[in-house]
């Protein structure tokens, strides 16, 4: 007997579930065969789903409570583990601590001995012990916020968690006033890079993209000042959405641009370094770091690293000017493809980079960056090699793997639409 598409989906959201459990007692040993096995069935079911997703015009709502029900018991199976190898957040926790204890963690170095001191046991793991913070003034002041709240990597985790909850329901509304499925969500929620890196190891990126999101509803609904200001919090946050400043020319006012950049700098006011807005560690960033970056290795061997970080900026910017003109203010693809083409030229690709692009993943032309959501999936393996004593280099045949993944996809959308028959229309008169 044929299933219909609601138990195939209930199916694969089942061996979600049993995967992502099974990876979350495992996210200790990030990258071991015993974390990539059940992440990489996840993928697999993720994207079955995502088939049926688009093959299924309508699914009855109990379908999406019940796949958001799902969902929400994989994120607390990860959200009751402490975080995996990938130390972020004890960086976050650190930057907020400081500066509640007065410091600008711009200028404060955690490894100097004369601050030894203001370290907790959960601060004294924290990455890169030898450079000041590289985030930017909106993350910065979230942190703080939340350790006034409580001092814990949990109250981050648990903070993060809530700002992917938020999105959901941005997401439901979103497809109610523009009459999209409802069912849609689940292509978000029931991605596996969102339970490990928000529920899991803690990012903060899911900040920045609660606010982007909002900034998208807002300029569909033409709510302007919301949209601007918005959108100068979430490049507060990271600063990749920086090459959507083209979708938002002459669909939000002069004024509302002002104010935006006015909220912005004033975020910066707290870390003012003798009138100066300090940077951190961002220029060593650029500079010294690489992560699973094919073609910003190809460029760099021609030109200074700086100027290929401007490449991709401008590379991001030039699709967004473009995009601008060819869809409308309410189309996902305006936004996921100028993020995903900046990021694919930038120096570090690290999975929960993609956490940007997944709110707005639900046309099929975004598919292969759908693919790339599950085909980076492998580079964890770089974790579990540090672990081993190994360089910290992505190996050859997984950026072949992952790569090569998302330019099947894209060919396969290509050659359809080149294949795709021709309907004419004969007129009788």
Same mark, same amino acid.
């Given at each position: 007997m044929k299933l219909t598409p609601s138990p195939r989906l209930y199916g694969f959201g089942v061996i979600l579930l049993v995967a992502l459990t099974i990876c979350s007692r495992k996210l200790g040993s990030m990258g071991a065969p015993s974390f990539l096995i059940p992440l990489a069935v996840a993928g697999i079911a993720y994207l079955l789903a995502i088939r049926e997703l688009f093959s299924t015009p309508k699914f009855p709502r109990r379908v999406i409570v019940i796949g958001l029900v799902l969902a929400a018991l994989w994120h607390v199976a990860f959200l009751l583990m402490p975080p995996g190898s990938d130390d972020d957040i004890h960086r976050y926790l650190w930057d907020g601590r400081v500066q509640r204890l007065g410091y600008n963690p711009y200028m404060v170095v955690p490894s100097d001995p004369a601050f030894a001191a203001l370290h907790t046991p959960e601060t004294r793991t924290l990455n890169h012990p030898d450079l000041p913070s590289p985030y930017p003034a909106g993350a910065e002041l979230f942190f703080r916020a939340v350790t006034a709240?409580?001092?814990?990597?949990? *109250?981050?985790?648990?903070?993060?968690?809530? =700002?992917?909850? /938020?999105?959901?329901?941005?997401?439901?509304?979103?497809?109610?006033?523009?009459?999209?499925? *409802?069912? #849609?969500?689940?292509?978000?929620?029931?991605?596996?890079?969102?339970a490990i890196e928000v529920a899991g190891s803690g990012h903060i990126d899911i900040v920045g993209v609660l606010l982007l999101l909002m900034s998208f509803a807002a300029l569909g609904r033409r709510w302007r000042t919301f949209a601007a200001v918005a959108f100068g919090l979430a490049v507060a946050v990271k600063f990749l959405p920086i090459v959507l400043l083209p979708l938002y020319w002459r669909r939000v006012r002069v004024r509302d641009g002002a104010l935006a950049a006015v909220v912005v700098g004033l975020l910066y006011v707290p870390f003012l370094n003798h009138g100066r807005i300090p940077i951190g560690s961002l220029g060593t960033y650029a500079q010294s770091f690489r992560f699973n970056d094919p073609v910003f290795a190809m460029l760099e061997r021609v030109a200074p690293p700086q100027l290929v970080v401007g490449l991709a900026v401008l590379v991001?910017?030039?699709? /967004?000017?473009?995009?601008?003109?060819?869809?409308? *203010?309410?189309?996902?693809?305006?936004?996921? #493809?100028?993020?995903? *083409?900046?990021?694919? =030229?930038?120096?570090?690709?690290?999975p929960w980079y993609l956490l940007w692009l997944l709110p707005f993943l639900w046309s099929a032309s975004t598919l292969p960056i759908i693919v790339w959501t599950v085909s980076i999936i492998p580079t964890y393996y770089v974790w579990h090699l540090r672990a081993l004593g190994r360089p910290w280099l992505v190996p050859g045949w997984i950026m072949l793997l992952e790569y090569g993944a998302?330019?099947? /996809?894209?060919?396969?959308?290509?050659?359809?639409?080149?294949?795709?028959?021709?309907?004419?229309?004969?007129?009788t008169e």
């Open positions: 709240i409580h001092e814990s990597v949990t *109250a981050l985790k648990v903070a993060f968690v809530f =700002c992917d909850l /938020a999105i959901v329901l941005v997401l439901l509304d979103i497809f109610r006033s523009s009459r999209q499925e *409802a069912h #849609w969500v689940l292509a978000y929620a029931w991605n596996p890079l969102l991001g910017f030039l699709i /967004a000017t473009w995009l601008r003109i060819k869809l409308p *203010a309410g189309s996902p693809d305006a936004f996921a #493809w100028p993020m995903a *083409a900046s990021l694919l =030229c930038a120096p570090v690709i690290y998302v330019a099947v /996809a894209g060919a396969t959308i290509g050659w359809r639409r080149l294949t795709r028959p021709v309907v004419s229309v004969c007129s």
